[in-house]
């Protein structure tokens, strides 16, 4: 597609249940990104998919969050048990190999539990 | 996990003023990009820097990356109300996710 997608744009989940969030990349893009933004702050790496490589997990912040790329493309986010302080807008970046372009943004899903 | 630290964290200033936005690290990076956010949408990207002591310069926006290579600025010229918005500054180390900083919310009032 012309840019990064992710879906759903808002969701507000009751404590305790588990969440899923999509992420369609730019196509062509062999590097995926996940990343957490409290209001106006700045952006909590979680997780980093390159090419068929192992992910690089090292910034989720607990068992709950998991992620997975199917086919070199579309990525889910997983977050079971959800918990208050997992409010936040969650954003999916990609890029091309060599990152010469920096990273493509989607517009983020703001996840709100309650 | 690098640590970057934006200053200042929030700036208000009338429209046509300059400012510097600041971004450090005890990390040495072997590039950085400086990103602008507004609200509801991803960051954008502005620019990427890979040379320490590296200008750059973007119309009224002028980046630059220290010798070091651990910190950088960014300056503002006449700035506009339609330069409003979250600045991010991220550095990466070797082909490795990049890592954001704490960001600077401006406001530029008409």
């Known amino acids: 597609g012309a840019g990064v997608s992710q879906s759903p744009s808002n969701k507000v989940t009751e404590k305790g249940k588990d969440v899923e969030l999509r992420c369609d990349p730019i196509?062509?893009?062999?590097?995926l990104y996940w990343y957490r933004q409290s209001l106006g702050q700045g952006l909590e790496f979680l997780i980093y998919?390159?090419?068929?490589?192992?992910?690089?997990k090292s910034g989720l912040p607990s068992d709950r969050f998991s992620a997975e790329r199917t086919g070199g493309s579309v990525s889910t986010l997983t977050i079971q048990r959800t918990q208050q302080e997992d409010s936040a807008v969650y954003l999916c970046?990609?890029?091309?190999?060599?990152?010469?372009?920096?990273?493509?943004f989607g517009s983020g899903t703001r996840l709100t539990v309650v | 996990t690098q640590l970057l630290e934006q200053s200042p964290q929030f700036l208000s200033i009338q429209e046509g003023e300059n400012l510097t936005v600041y971004c450090n690290s005890s990390?040495?990076?072997?590039?950085l990009q400086w990103y602008r956010q507004e609200p509801g949408e991803g960051p954008v990207l502005l620019v990427t820097?890979?040379?320490?002591?590296e200008v750059k310069k973007l119309k009224r926006l002028t980046f630059q990356f220290g010798d070091a290579r651990k910190d950088s600025s960014l300056h503002i010229t006449a700035a506009q109300p339609g330069d409003t918005g979250l600045y991010l500054c991220?550095?990466?180390?070797?082909?490795?996710?990049?890592?954001f900083g704490t960001g600077t919310s401006l406001t530029v009032i008409p």
């Open positions: 970046a990609s890029s091309p190999y060599t990152r010469s372009e920096g990273y493509t």
């Open positions: 196509s062509g893009h062999t590097a």
């Open positions: 998919f390159q090419g068929n490589s192992a992910p690089d």
């Open positions: 990390s040495v990076f072997s590039s």
């Open positions: 820097v890979v040379t320490g002591g």
């Open positions: 991220a550095g990466a180390e070797g082909l490795g996710q990049f890592y």
